[in-house]
């Protein structure tokens, strides 16, 4: 049942009168729950809670921490039909692909729970004790990963589900020990409240403390400013666009103590297709990228929005197939009139400058926010004298720029800004051939890709997910993966310090059986 109410805590809250609605872009209509957005005074009570419930919540087994998000999974999954339904009426997204959120969902939270229970991620290092050392002695000195505070973590817009409430953000944190406070998306309110409303059963079935947890609904900025910026918070996570990403940083960066702010934003996700793919496979990489280009109707950070070749006939009849199979698909909905219209202004913006032409003319008649898609080509040196061709635009849309050669194509690849993915389609023999393109794409993104599309992140423990600003604020972290736990951990180091007051994976018995760095050696054995 959705409330339209705020969680602090474990107690729902309406005491604000602003109230807003979600909206179903298909059917081109607002849905019928008003949702309540939080107040100040709602803020700094799950702020107050959430600091409370950290002090207890942070010295919890693995195992118990693992227990709770186990359980998530589970109230998740028994929300059934209801969350799916809520999900497509307030995303206009198909049903399989709400399911298949879903399944991820579920399945990033198990997988933390697997991290917990390893252990191994604290990365607990043991240099012992040389008394006898000299000209100094060396002490006994022992480090390992600790949770921060509490997290501040933004629901997307582009994921209802796997990058929002219970998304990764906020299962790694609350596998790392710190509670977390969830800034609702407005888009996605009704989905919003009915995971939350699963981690608090989920809370309460495994006596977490009151405050581990909370959902603020909020309709503007002003609600996910004050949080960013209350005292409380120590780390924030937040999946969205450049502006909104910096905006964040910048407030970060400017409180009296300073906080980290993990945002993954834009990415044009540069594809460099060299010849001797076109050669071999060039209607078949062009199928594949009209696909990845519309995957979604094209909402995907990881969507190929530029497309880099070598000047030739067989370039020329990519380009073609490219267009006759951008022309064979549908238009699908965009997640919300907003997201809808700034896609038409970015798309209008890229086909209005000069050097640029379309490589299809897509003139079918679409439903209100069906996004009618747009692939564009251009010149080498056009692109690189045009910065605003190397600005993502967030839907259906991709340039395929030709270059004279690679001298130039290497000279695109160091001017792009930061990206999450780069790929290269190619032989195997070609690739060796060109070092040089190789490590100016690899400088300039986190994943790189051989003959493959962009689109779609594993969750597995070799993911990155993340890459040089403008993709996101550090490149050192990945958002995807049970590695993304680091973002919420500091190291803290133990000097000689008394044995039996140790955290256990810092004793010498080693009670957790986690594999430790003793003295330089991995090893999971006792000292």
């Known amino acids: 049942m959705i409330t339209g109410k705020n969680y602090i805590g474990n107690n729902l809250s309406a005491n604000g009168s602003k109230t807003y609605k979600t909206f179903n872009p298909k059917l081109n209509l607002e849905n019928e729950w008003a949702f309540y957005e939080a107040t100040e005074e709602e803020l700094n009570e799950a702020a107050k809670l959430a600091s409370e419930a950290f002090e207890s919540y942070r010295n919890f087994t693995a195992e118990r921490k693992a227990g709770f998000l186990r359980v ?65 002695p060396k002490p006994d000195i022992r480090k390992m990963l600790f949770p921060m505070g509490p997290v501040a973590v933004f629901g997307s817009s582009n994921f209802p589900l796997a990058y929002s409430t219970a998304g990764g953000d906020t299962a790694s944190a609350l596998a790392a020990g710190c509670p977390v406070i969830v800034k609702s998306h407005p888009m996605h309110a009704g989905t919003g409240e009915l995971v939350a409303s699963a981690i608090q059963k989920a ?13 603020l609904n909020s309709s503007g900025i002003e609600v996910g400013q004050q949080l960013v910026q209350h005292p409380v918070i120590k780390a924030v996570g937040f999946t969205g666009s450049i502006r909104g990403g910096t905006a964040l940083y910048k407030l970060a960066n400017e409180r009296p103590e300073p906080i980290p702010v993990f945002a993954e934003m834009g990415s044009i996700n540069p594809v460099v297709i060299l010849p001797s793919a076109l050669e071999q496979k060039g209607s078949y990489w062009a199928e594949q990228y009209a696909g990845s280009i519309m995957l979604g109707a094209g909402q995907f950070c990881t969507n190929p929005g530029l497309i880099l070749g070598l000047k030739s006939e067989t370039l020329d009849t990519f380009i073609s197939s490219l267009g006759k199979e951008i022309a064979k698909l549908e238009p699908s909905c965009m ?10 202004k970015g798309k209008q913006t890229a086909a209005s400058q000069a050097g640029t032409s379309p490589i299809v003319n897509f003139e079918k008649d679409a439903q209100p926010y069906f996004a ?10 056009n692109f690189l004298e045009n910065p605003k061709l190397h600005q993502e635009v967030f839907g259906p849309f991709s ?12 000279a695109i690849l160091h001017h792009l800004e930061g990206q999450l993915t780069g790929t290269i389609l190619s032989s195997v023999r070609e690739v060796g051939e060109h070092a040089n393109v190789v490590s100016a794409l690899g400088s300039r993104v986190g994943r790189i890709i051989f003959n493959g599309v962009p689109t ?15 993709a996101s604020t550090d490149s050192r972290f990945t ?6 736990i680091k973002r919420w951990v500091r190291p803290v180091a133990f000097q000689n310090w008394p044995r039996d007051f140790l955290p256990d994976a810092l004793k010498d018995e080693n009670p957790r059986q986690i594999l430790r760095l003793v003295n330089g050696v991995y090893t999971d054995a006792a000292i």
């Open 72 to 136: 998530i999974a589970d109230e998740i999954e028994a929300l059934g039909d209801l969350l799916i339904e809520t999900y497509c009426l307030e995303s206009g997204l198909p049903e399989g692909r709400a399911k298949g959120e879903r399944g991820r969902t579920i399945g990033q939270l198990r997988t933390f729970a697997s991290t917990l229970e390893d252990g191994s991620w604290v990365e607990a290092s043991i240099d012992t004790a040389l008394p006898d050392r000299t000209p100094v």
């Open 203 to 215: 809370a309460k079935k495994t006596d977490m403390p009151n405050g581990v947890f909370s959902n």
């Open 335 to 344: 997640l919300h009139p907003n997201i809808y219209n700034n896609y038409e």
């Open 372 to 381: 009618q898609q747009l692939v564009l080509t251009t010149e080498g040196k």
């Open 399 to 410: 340039i395929v720029v030709q270059c004279e050669d690679t001298d130039e194509l290497t």
């Open 456 to 470: 779609g992140v594993e969750v597995c423990p070799s993911m990155v997910h993340g890459g040089p600003f403008p």
């Open 479 to 484: 958002a995807v993966g049970p590695y993304a």
